[in-house]
């Protein structure tokens, strides 16, 4: 994790490794539908913990096309409890941009810590994401 740049994940506890992660990295997370219905404020941690930690949390992405709860009658508990054992689905398209959008963000933060041992800067290596909406 220590040289994890960007971390591209869904919610869950592995998100707490962030700690290891360098300041100024970026987190992006995704859920899985039902979850912004049912988790309540818990689903805010780790956008918490990236802030104080010194990270940039880069927004999250919410599945909208996932199952729905089979038994709703049941509960909330019920309900929260289905929807987080459901794979995160994503759209292409969006999940494309969003992540072109985090790489020209930390390229753009970072661009003056690339130096040589000299103190000379490195030329700037371009971004795949530069091309991403050239398709």
């Known amino acids: 994790m220590s040289t994890t ?8 506890a592995q998100l707490a490794d962030m700690i290891f992660m360098e ?29 104080w930690s010194g990270m940039k949390h880069e927004g999250t992405w919410h599945d909208n096309e996932g199952p729905a709860c089979p038994n709703p009658e049941k509960g909330i508990l019920h309900c929260f409890n289905f929807h987080k054992d459901v794979q995160v689905g994503h759209n292409e398209t969006n999940l494309a941009g969003w992540t072109a959008d985090v790489l020209k963000k930390f390229q753009n ?8 041992s000299s103190g000379k800067d490195f030329v700037p290596l371009k971004c795949p994401c530069d091309h991403v909406n050239d398709v």
């Not at 899985?32 to 990236?50: H, I, M, S, T, Y």
């Open 5 to 12: 740049d960007i971390l591209a994940t869904v919610h869950g």
């Open 23 to 51: 300041k100024e990295s970026s987190v992006m997370e995704m859920f899985p539908k039902g979850w912004l219905e049912f988790a309540g404020n818990g689903q805010n941690v780790f956008q918490w913990l990236a802030s």
């Open 109 to 116: 933060r970072t661009r003056h810590l690339a130096t040589d």
